[in-house]
């Protein structure tokens, strides 16, 4: 299991709460989760921004892209766009 590779402090990567916290994977379904935990995309989210609210991840899609583009563009930083595309199959960065 791998650390995440978008936080190192445990607090909601939205809000900043460190109260009633969830581990989400950024990439998930069977597959996709799997490579998260390797890869570290995850993140913590408190309650309201992991699935209590309909401001939460699971249901905005705006939020849910916005975590997989950072964390596609924060992979990038050491590995290549190619290395990202074979792990998770698909490109969320549009533009350069």
Same mark, same amino acid.
């Given at each position: 299991? #791998?650390?995440s590779i978008m936080q190192k402090e445990k607090r909601c990567y939205i809000c900043g709460s460190t109260y009633d916290l969830h581990e989400h994977h950024i990439f998930y %379904?069977? #597959?996709n989760r799997k490579q998260s935990e390797k !890869? %570290?995309?995850k993140v913590w989210l408190c309650a309201r921004?992991?699935?209590? *609210?309909?401001?939460?991840?699971? *249901?905005? !899609?705006e939020l849910n +892209?916005? +975590?997989?583009? =950072?964390c596609q563009a924060k992979f990038e930083e050491t590995h290549t766009r190619a290395e990202f595309m074979a792990i998770i199959g698909?490109?969320?960065?549009?533009? =350069?």
């Open positions: 299991m #791998a650390k %379904g069977t #597959a !890869y %570290g995309f921004h992991h699935n209590m *609210s309909r401001d939460c991840v699971h *249901s905005n !899609y +892209l916005r +975590l997989r583009q =950072e698909k490109n969320y960065i549009w533009r =350069e």
